[in-house]
């Protein structure tokens, strides 16, 4: 009973706070300081909170994008060099170990899936030497999808070594996007904000 009596009351606060914001005031009507509630209703209440954490956010971006200095002409990003590189070296080493007759699990690799991946690590490389947007976005698939396969190795491995051999791809692999993301953020920007 009780609950439902304060379910009644809240609701009435409701309703008159409605009534309150939609119906025009003129000067005469104004209430007291003592006739409004203390506490605003939940749903207003939420509202507030999320515009002011939606307004702290957008202050948050303002200030990162104003940080932001666009590449100079020729200039490559200390994190699309490496991963250039990187996507390189994959490519040469998986066309070297087909080459030099590789075996996994006791047969040798089709050579459809050795050349796709090759064929996709050198574009890769190729568009990151380039500085090109879709090429680090590329990698940066490629990295997140690497850190996610490694991560349910982990939740599995069995021994340490096993252990260690996932850290010690997912703690690199995990740096390189991370400082990929403001490379990509330098690369998409023409041009400095404000300095039109």
């Known amino acids: ?27 005469a009507d104004e209430p007291d300081a003592a006739d409004e509630p203390l506490i605003a209703p939940r749903g207003e209440a939420r509202e507030a909170t999320a515009a002011r954490g939606y307004a702290r956010g957008r202050a948050k971006d303002e200030a990162a994008r104003a940080a932001l200095r666009p590449l100079a002409p020729g200039e490559r990003p200390r994190a ?58 590329g990698v940066q698939a490629l990295l997140g999808l690497l850190i996610v396969i490694f991560c349910v190795l982990v939740i599995g491995a069995s021994d340490i070594v096993t252990l260690l051999i996932c850290l010690a791809v997912i703690l690199p692999s ?21 300095s039109r």
Request: proline share 4%; glycine share 8%; with cysteine.
């Open 1 to 27: 009973m009780a609950q439902r009596s304060s379910r009644k009351r809240r609701k009435q606060r409701q309703r008159t706070a409605r009534q309150a914001s939609v119906a025009p005031r003129d000067a």
């Open 174 to 194: 995990g740096a390189l996007f991370w400082f990929l993301v403001k490379s990509m953020a330098r690369i998409q920007m023409p041009e400095r904000p404000g």
């Open 80 to 137: 699309v060099t490496v991963a250039g590189v990187t996507a390189l070296a994959f490519g040469l080493i998986n066309l070297a170990a087909y080459l030099a007759d590789a075996k996994i699990g006791g047969e040798r690799p089709r050579f459809i899936g050795v050349g796709l991946f090759t064929l996709v690590m050198l574009v890769a490389a190729y568009g990151c030497f380039r500085v090109r947007y879709w090429a680090v976005l």
